[in-house]
């Protein structure tokens, strides 16, 4: 295969030629690698530069990259597995060229995990993470990472396939992207607790067209019980903007206090904070001494998971001005006016036009009203 010499981070590659005149350029080359996944790769080497895995499996390795750049930039040890032979030439190829002390396997990605452990496993299939997650979690003995880029099933748009892979209910609603990336952590946390593990989410988020969850594993049949008092529902009102959440493995028949319709359970899904503040802390610290080349949109990206509630949807404003009727005012202008009212409001890193609140609707609506 033609082969280029590319660099992000600290580390250059190889990658296979891709046609760029086509829609989707890494879809043309025998062995798959997609530029636009930059910010995950360098959001991981900057979160395994703090926490320090004792060995790290990149277990769907493809071009190798991920593992790469781990093994070369954080300086652990680093296993990348890939199953197909083309895939392996390239990693190898790699490996060699960069002269890095790192194990390449071939195998079944179940298989490896269910034979052997590893301080971190990181999950970044083409698609859906689901049919890997339990052995994942199996093999994984402290963290677990996980990309999805079946981003539509998580969100609702394509509503059976999200039932069938994540046994769970979307919704494609305005904060779908937060529902989606809810989904995939209460799925996860299905998988996890039957083994008497609980998880702490460290750093979670939804960029473009994928959804990243990194997140500490822990063991003890406590944390287990702990974490599934997470899991639950978003009730989403089909009439008016009005949604509300319930925790517990079952929905209970909640109606709207504006429409007085019934409201449509959303899950299950993860209710608790996606972010760890200490860690984001170290992120933060740790990222202006780091060469990245996404480092613009990583501070930006970690400094809005900072401060944004921990509430399991928010309002797209633009929309409920829309329903009001009139022109949306400043963001900046709306979470202050809600603010005033006595309600905490942040932005959102899941949308330019989210508001997290717990505040009432009406307050809500109130806020896009008045203008300073």
């Given amino acids: 295969m033609d082969l280029i010499e590319t660099t992000e981070g600290k580390t250059a590659f190889f990658v296979p030629a891709q046609n760029t005149a086509t829609r989707f350029p890494p879809s043309t080359a025998p062995v798959f690698f997609n530029r636009r996944m930059e910010l995950n790769r360098d959001a991981t080497i900057l979160l395994v530069s703090i926490l320090r895995p004792s060995d790290y499996l990149d277990a769907m390795g493809a071009s190798g990259v991920r593992g790469l750049r781990v093994a070369n930039e954080c300086g652990i040890p680093v296993t990348i597995n890939e199953r197909d032979p083309q895939g392996i030439d390239l990693i190898t190829w790699n490996v060699k060229k960069a002269n890095l002390p790192v194990e390449v396997v071939q195998r079944d990605t179940n298989s490896l995990l269910s034979e052997r452990s590893f301080d971190a496993v990181d999950l970044d299939p083409f698609g859906t993470p689901a049919g890997y997650v339990d052995a994942a979690v199996h093999g994984a003995r402290r963290f677990l990472f996980i990309t999805a880029t079946d981003t539509a099933p998580l969100c609702g748009a394509h509503f059976n396939a999200g039932k069938r892979r994540y046994f769970a209910q979307p919704m494609n609603t305005e904060y779908h992207g937060e529902v989606g990336l809810r989904i995939l952590l209460g799925f996860v946390v299905r998988e996890t607790v039957k083994y008497d593990r609980g998880i702490l989410p460290l750093f979670c988020f939804a960029h473009e067209h994928f959804v990243r969850l990194h997140l500490r594993l822990v063991r ?153």
């Fill in 220 to 372: 003890g049949v406590n944390a287990a019980d702990d974490t599934l008092t997470q899991i639950g529902y978003v009730l989403q009102c089909k009439k008016c903007p009005y949604r509300g959440e319930q925790r517990g493995m079952f929905p209970e028949p909640v109606h709207c206090p504006h429409c007085h319709e019934k409201l449509q359970p959303i899950g299950p899904l993860w209710l608790g904070s996606i972010q760890h503040e200490e860690t984001l802390v170290q992120m933060s610290e740790t990222l202006g001494i780091m060469e990245l080349g996404t480092k613009k949109d990583l501070v930006k990206l970690i400094n809005i998971c900072r401060t944004e509630l921990p509430t399991s949807s928010y309002y797209d404003y633009h929309r409920l001005s829309k329903i009001m009727g009139c022109s949306p005012p400043n963001i900046n202008v709306v979470i202050a006016n809600i603010i005033a009212s006595g309600y905490p409001a942040t932005r959102t890193h899941f949308s330019g036009y989210g508001i997290k609140t717990e505040a009432p609707l009406q307050v809500i609506f109130d806020a896009i009203s008045v203008r300073q």
